[in-house]
Nanobody
Framework: QVHFVESGGGLMQPGGSLRLSCAAS????????LAWYRQAPGRQRELVAR???????NYAGSVSGRFTISRDNVKNTVYLQMDSLKPEDTAVYYC???????WGQGTQVTVSS
């Protein structure tokens, strides 16, 4: 079972950018889908983006055109580039194997002026 550790969160002003990283404990090249989720205070966890082993990406409508998911199978790392951040992007962000029930600790992203 591959585990993931998220990093890169922080406080950013609206309109700014952050890049989240997700380091895996093992090889990710055989994992079909890797995904980023987020959970805002008082809200359910939601799927933000996912990427297939072949590089096909899918995004939630609320982040499409602003966020970019990528994977580096050599470094066993998944990334989430977040641009044009909005206050409503404030949440704890998690990455995981889309097919696995295992969650990491997440990384907090706060967008505020």
């Amino acid at each position: 079972q591959v585990h993931f550790v998220e990093s890169g969160g922080g406080l950013m002003q609206p309109g700014g950018s952050l890049r989240l990283s997700c380091a895996a404990s093992g090889n990710i090249d055989s994992i079909t889908y890797l995904a980023w989720y987020r959970q805002a205070p008082g809200r359910q966890r939601e799927l933000v983006a996912r990427i297939s082993s072949g590089g096909t990406t899918n995004y939630a409508g609320s982040v499409s055109g602003r966020f970019t998911i990528s994977r580096d199978n050599v470094k066993n790392t998944v990334y989430l580039q977040m641009d044009s951040l909005k206050p409503e992007d404030t949440a704890v962000y998690y990455c995981k194997n889309f097919a696995s029930p295992v969650w990491g600790q997440g990384t907090q992203v706060t967008v505020s002026s």
